[in-house]
């Protein structure tokens, strides 16, 4: 006999408490495919055009970024900003000098056009970085913008969503956007073995604020806390043992923050993750997304359903290229009851997909994946 039908926020929490609800919860990422088909990632219009959807809804931190940010006016007191934009045939070349009363520091990036060969929203890619010495750091904070003691920017989501889903304000790690671009990252990776002071007072600068924006959305009452740690994964480059040395204990600091609030804690790597998942685990996390499957990622998901499934909810796993877009509505139908035979027994699966549906998606395999979501998720 089927289940009486939950709300999607009954149904996320249930599957988060790893209880059965009345079907999986069905929450792929969707922000590229929405740019490219609508131009337009609002939740209205996320909520228009996706009514099959799980609502699990991220919104932005706190305070601006400035160190990964490509804009040309900074409201900084005491810092004089000069930007220069020059054009470089297929892409922007920007240049920036921050003038502070600890010194001057100044970056160089390259920002390519969206909508092109680099898809619909290409990332940044920076050829000078702000932090060059530990000398740096002191003027790196006059460019930080301050944190709002409290911060209920996710508020009005709440209210438009309303038992859609769940709103999570995005908190970034200290690498996320942050240390990793101020310094970049195959810089910080030498900068370990080579100068650990220079190491250390980048990543504990930027540690430290994550965690005052995260406690400035859980002062605001957020529920939830979409932790983005792409930048620790092993894909990136970081080894096993470092990644258990220094951001295992970031991460459980995180964790132990929004467990203090009574909040969950959903960690976000789209990497590998198959020798990273145990300790991200251990770290406490109440969610694990996007557990990417060969051959983009090495996530087995039966693998991770008997060894942490019982501690984590798996969210995820769907691949986006060799599934969704380049694939047929049989494999994408075959690749989801494959997956639900596997993780949905006992609760403590959220499906999705390995990233966001990309442009160029066709329909006709989107429909079979939200078809056989339905269909494969149902619990008897």
Not at 24 to 40: C, F, K, L, Q, T
Not at 72 to 80: F, G, N, S, W
Not at 217 to 226: D, K, P, R, T, V
Not at 354 to 359: A, G, I, K, L, Q
Request: proline share 7%; glycine share 8%.
């Amino acid at each position: 006999m089927p289940r009486a039908e939950m709300t999607s926020r009954e149904r996320i929490l249930a599957a988060i408490r790893h209880e059965e609800p009345d079907r999986v919860p069905i929450s792929p990422r969707v922000g590229a495919w929405m740019v490219a088909e609508y131009g337009d990632t609002s939740l209205a219009k996320q909520m228009e055009v996706l009514p099959l959807m799980d609502f699990m809804f991220i919104t932005g931190e706190p305070a601006a970024n400035y160190v990964y940010g490509t804009q040309t006016e900074y409201d900084l007191p005491d810092v004089d900003a000069e930007v220069t934009r020059r054009d470089a045939g297929d892409c922007y070349i920007l240049e920036r000098t921050f003038r502070t009363p600890a010194g001057s520091i100044s970056d160089i990036t390259r920002v390519p056009p969206p909508g092109r060969e680099y898809g619909v929203s290409p990332n940044p890619v920076k050829s000078e970085h702000l932090v060059k010495s530990l000398d740096d750091l002191p003027a790196l904070e006059y460019i930080l913008p301050p944190i709002p003691a409290s911060y209920d920017a996710h508020r009005p989501y709440e209210e438009m969503l309303g038992d859609r889903g769940i709103v999570m304000p995005c908190i970034r790690s200290a690498l996320d956007h942050n240390a990793g671009d101020a310094r970049g990252m195959e810089n910080l990776m030498v900068d370990y073995y080579t100068d650990r002071a220079l190491f250390d007072g980048v990543m504990d600068l930027f540690h430290q604020r994550s965690l005052a924006k995260a406690k400035a959305c859980l002062e605001a009452g957020a529920g939830f806390i979409f932790g983005s740690w792409y930048y620790n994964s092993l894909s990136s480059g970081w080894s096993p043992a470092i990644f258990e040395e220094v951001f295992v204990p970031q991460i459980r600091e995180h964790v132990a923050l929004a467990h203090s609030y009574g909040a969950i804690y959903d960690y976000y790597d789209d990497g590998v993750l198959a020798k990273s998942m145990g300790l991200i685990a251990s770290a406490g996390v109440d969610v694990l997304e996007t557990c990417t499957p060969p051959p983009v990622g090495d996530f087995d998901l039966a693998e991770a359903k008997r060894t942490i499934g019982d501690r984590v909810t798996l969210k995820g796993y769907v691949d986006l290229l060799y599934v969704l877009k380049h694939g047929t509505p049989e494999l994408v139908e075959r690749t989801v009851r494959e997956a639900m035979e596997i993780a949905k027994p006992g609760g403590g699966f959220i499906i999705g997909s390995s990233d966001s549906f990309r442009e160029g998606t066709p329909r006709e395999n989107l429909d079979a994946y939200w078809r056989a979501c339905v269909e494969y998720g149902r619990y008897d």
